[in-house]
């Protein structure tokens, strides 16, 4: 089997989308259109990619700098047959090249191998579909036994082609060497005054070059995205796969078509997922894993036997097994959960590690701390760690006993089995195993009376 060369036609404006970002660059599960084509050219193991591009050029480029890409500018842009010739300068001729597009996102990486490999014998391969509605597709034209004779774009169909249901996608697989010819042989004797990639199927046959039509498995695989109402079927489409995934592995979702994944999720057994669950980046849910209802969880691992009640949002987080969150739990960077631990409703922690068993229940904010096992913080408790330039870190040793209302100004210890008095604002040591508290003496002003508004 030669080397794959996968050829990317990105160039289009996109008009339909009415935004000024270039159509390949749209959103589709926080990843452009353009970026999962490119994620699938290398999944295939593509020797080289290169993106046809034109409008918004230098914004596309810009956006995959990072990639190891080929670049070929189309301009003016005449057609499909005219862009993929701007890329054959950078393909060798016994490469097989696979002609893919930025704004068809969802076609799988096994379809392209499955296209590719049938150029076997020096065939051309199309990729196919059997449309419900076949209407602005080019047909496929096949002669008495079945063999692919021709495409014709829709402009230029007879009433009868019109009534083929078998279309073109658009994507098609040939060895570069035969390729390069048929395309600077391409006329634009058309309604549309284009280079149309399609005719090389008529060259190949009257070359006496096999043509191979290869399907796809669905109409939602090679769906193009033109405007943001097919931006959202896609999304739809999307989603219900990679949670369809989700379930075959043995998750239980509440409701499919209310999960989100917009990166990837790996799940062990009976974990449930409630509804309007987002999962962003990598995320690792263990065994018996529960999240609740309208809940955000971005690069974070939770571990088995965790309950997450409803509303929380985690981001770059580790949670240990058995512990429980929320609702209203927010984990920020670097908060670090250890078994058993318990954060409750309106609770921030970030870059700070709460140890085996400790709870923080309600109403507090931990940053920049290393807390023990077996510790309990008090409703309205605030680690002070910002001075307005630097940050301080609060050390809680195991079994303390912090009260409501606490404000630990950092940098400060808690000593292991101490107790701070509720209302306390501590910014020196607390030591082990003893009370420490501070509080203001309570006054009553007999003569005080409250101020009355003025009578008009």
């Known amino acids: ?24 660059l749209q959103p589709l599960a926080e990843k452009t259109l353009l970026g999962h084509v490119v994620d699938t050219a290398k999944q295939v193991g593509a020797k080289e990619i290169c993106v046809v591009y034109g409008h918004g050029g230098e914004h596309v480029q810009d956006t995959f700098a990072d990639e190891n890409l080929g670049w070929a500018l189309q301009e003016p842009q ?25 704004d068809v996102p969802l076609v799988t990486p096994e379809t392209v191998q499955k296209l590719s490999a049938a150029t076997e014998g020096g065939k051309l391969a199309l990729l196919t579909v059997d449309a419900d509605n076949p209407h602005g597709y080019g047909r496929i034209v096949r002669d008495n036994v079945g063999n692919v004779q021709e495409i014709v774009e829709e402009k230029d169909a007879t009433d009868e082609q019109r009534k083929i249901t078998e279309v073109n996608t658009g994507l098609l697989a040939c060895p570069a060497g035969k390729l390069k010819p ?30 191979d039509a290869v399907k796809a498995v669905s109409e ?3 769906m193009g995205i033109n405007d943001k109402i ?14 369809t995934e989700l379930m075959k592995a043995g998750a239980t979702v509440i409701d499919p078509a209310r999960v989100d994944i917009r990166g990837t999720v790996s799940v062990g057994a009976d974990v449930t997922i409630d509804i309007n669950a987002v999962f962003e980046g990598d995320v690792s849910l263990g065994d018996n894993v529960s999240i609740g209802p309208n809940c955000v969880i971005k690069n974070t691992s939770i571990g088995a036997g965790t309950n997450v009640e409803a509303n929380c949002v985690f981001e770059d987080a580790t949670v240990g097994a058995n512990c429980n969150l929320g609702p209203f739990a927010r984990l920020r960077p670097n908060a670090k959960l250890l078994d058993e631990a318990r954060i409750g409703n309106f609770v921030e922690v970030k870059n700070t590690t709460l140890g085996k068993g400790s709870k923080a229940n309600h109403l507090t904010y931990l940053g920049d701390a290393e807390i023990g096992s077996d510790v309990n913080v008090g409703c309205g408790t605030i680690t002070c760690n910002y001075d307005g330039a630097n940050k301080h870190k609060t050390i809680i040793g195991d079994n303390a006993f912090i009260g409501s209302g606490v404000e630990l100004v950092a940098p400060v210890e808690v000593g292991e089995g101490a107790t701070v008095g509720a209302g306390s604002t501590l910014g020196t ?3 082990a195993g003893k009370l420490t508290l501070e509080r203001a003496k309570t006054r009553t002003i007999d003569a005080w009376k409250r101020p009355q508004k003025k009578q008009k």
């Open 182 to 211: 048929w395309l600077d042989a391409l006329k634009n004797d058309n309604a549309q005054e284009e280079y149309y990639l399609t005719d090389v199927v008529a060259a190949a046959v009257a070359d006496g070059v096999p043509v």
């Open 1 to 24: 089997m030669s080397d794959i060369s996968i050829v990317i036609l990105a160039a289009g404006k996109g008009t339909r989308m009415r935004s000024s970002l270039p159509k390949v």
């Open 220 to 222: 939602t695989e090679v």
């Open 78 to 102: 005449l057609g499909t047959g005219h862009a993929v010739q701007q890329a054959m300068p950078q393909v060798a001729d016994e490469n097989t090249v696979v002609v893919v597009y930025g």
């Open 429 to 431: 040591n607390a030591p």
């Open 230 to 243: 097919q931006l959202a079927e896609a999304e739809r489409a999307l989603q219900l796969q990679r949670v």
